[in-house]
């Protein structure tokens, strides 16, 4: 009886010291879950600012992630001509889309009329807008610098080539007392505050061809001009410039003659950026006879690592 009474005491005992280190153990393992619980609160805030930081870095341009495979998208490219057929035009979409390095560039064209009704939010999808007009006199009604102004305040980044856009059609400016076929010069109106460059009159705002020609470097360090201090021109009288005067940052300037013994200079490549992240570079040349340059500045404006 006694052994029996002891043997069931033993087991008691045992049971409980088994229950007690049962209970120690769920508590330790809940002190721990605590802990965890506590550590994941108070890394959820900076987690979530790391976050919101990198999301600001890429915005801005500061990362690039298209050299992580599996992040480089297509550039998205909208030409804004009054000539889609014009060779200059073909031949800079060729360009694109031949010479467009690691990078696959997608080239429309939208045709321009004065009449012609262009929103803002048609670009929104558009990495880089080209305002590449071919006329003599290249017309853009005030509706559609308005809307181009809304796109360059939202963002937008745009290149421009020679004068295209200095002239508006007359009755924007006369208003029923006018010629419905003239069209008079105004310059980069409503857009001249995203222009980095002028033409102070309508005679300096002609495309005039010059001759043997170097376009060199003077921002050795900028995307745009990344492996090239020089650039030999095509031959004689295939480059044409206009006399412009400088509001942005010089690039890139040409140098006629040479660049020892220069006979003139003229802006080549200039940018502009405003308050609101728009950019505008303008090219004062037919960006496809510069084909380098041409590419460089789109994958730039885009936001894509030159060269990657």
């Given at each position: 009886m006694y052994g029996g009474a002891g043997q069931g005491g033993g087991r008691g005992g045992g049971d409980d010291a088994a229950l007690m280190a049962a209970l120690a153990m769920a508590a330790a393992q809940e002190e721990a879950q605590k802990r965890k619980?506590?550590?994941?609160?108070?890394?959820?805030?900076?987690?979530?600012?790391?976050?919101?930081?990198?999301?600001?870095a890429v915005k801005m341009g500061f990362i690039d992630l298209s050299v992580i495979p599996g992040f480089s998208q297509p550039v998205s490219v909208m030409i804004l001509t009054d000539n889609?057929?014009?060779?200059?035009?073909?031949n800079t979409i060729q360009v694109l889309q031949s010479e467009s390095s690691y990078y696959k560039i997608k080239t429309r064209t939208m045709t321009l009329t004065p009449n012609k009704r262009i929103f803002a939010q048609q670009f929104?999808?558009?990495?880089?807008?080209?305002?590449?007009?071919?006329?003599?006199?290249?017309?853009?009604s005030k509706e559609q610098r308005l809307e181009l102004q809304k796109y360059l305040k939202a963002g937008g980044k745009m290149i421009v080539v020679l004068n295209s856009g200095t002239y508006v059609p007359q009755c924007d400016i006369l208003g029923t007392e006018c010629d419905p076929n003239a069209r008079e010069w105004v310059g980069w109106l409503y857009l001249s505050d995203f222009m980095p460059v002028e033409c102070d009159s309508e005679e300096t705002c002609v495309p005039e061809s010059i001759g043997?020609?170097?376009?060199?470097?003077?921002?050795?360090?900028?995307p745009i001009m990344k492996g090239f201090e020089e650039i030999d021109l095509p031959s004689p009288t295939a480059i044409?410039?206009?006399?412009?005067?400088?509001?942005?940052?010089?690039?890139?300037?040409?140098?006629?003659?040479?660049?020892?013994?220069?006979?003139?200079?003229?802006?080549?490549?200039?940018?502009?950026?405003?308050?609101?992240?728009?950019?505008?570079?303008?090219?004062?040349?037919?960006?496809?006879?510069?084909r380098h340059v041409l590419v460089n500045t789109v994958l730039y404006l885009a936001g894509k690592s030159v060269g990657g």
């Amino acid at each position: 009886m006694y052994g029996g009474a002891g043997q069931g005491g033993g087991r008691g005992g045992g049971d409980d010291a088994a229950l007690m280190a049962a209970l120690a153990m769920a508590a330790a393992q809940e002190e721990a879950q605590k802990r965890k619980t506590k550590y994941m609160e108070a890394a959820l805030p900076v987690a979530l600012l790391i976050i919101l930081a990198l999301i600001f870095a890429v915005k801005m341009g500061f990362i690039d992630l298209s050299v992580i495979p599996g992040f480089s998208q297509p550039v998205s490219v909208m030409i804004l001509t009054d000539n889609p057929t014009d060779p200059g035009i073909q031949n800079t979409i060729q360009v694109l889309q031949s010479e467009s390095s690691y990078y696959k560039i997608k080239t429309r064209t939208m045709t321009l009329t004065p009449n012609k009704r262009i929103f803002a939010q048609q670009f929104a999808d558009t990495d880089v807008v080209i305002l590449y007009e071919t006329d003599s006199k290249p017309t853009l009604s005030k509706e559609q610098r308005l809307e181009l102004q809304k796109y360059l305040k939202a963002g937008g980044k745009m290149i421009v080539v020679l004068n295209s856009g200095t002239y508006v059609p007359q009755c924007d400016i006369l208003g029923t007392e006018c010629d419905p076929n003239a069209r008079e010069w105004v310059g980069w109106l409503y857009l001249s505050d995203f222009m980095p460059v002028e033409c102070d009159s309508e005679e300096t705002c002609v495309p005039e061809s010059i001759g043997d020609s170097v376009l060199y470097t003077i921002d050795p360090d900028h995307p745009i001009m990344k492996g090239f201090e020089e650039i030999d021109l095509p031959s004689p009288t295939a480059i044409k410039r206009l006399q412009l005067s400088k509001s942005g940052t010089d690039i890139a300037d040409i140098y006629e003659g040479g660049l020892d013994n220069p006979t003139a200079v003229y802006l080549g490549v200039t940018a502009s950026q405003n308050i609101f992240g728009g950019k505008v570079i303008h090219f004062n040349f037919e960006p496809w006879k510069i084909r380098h340059v041409l590419v460089n500045t789109v994958l730039y404006l885009a936001g894509k690592s030159v060269g990657g």
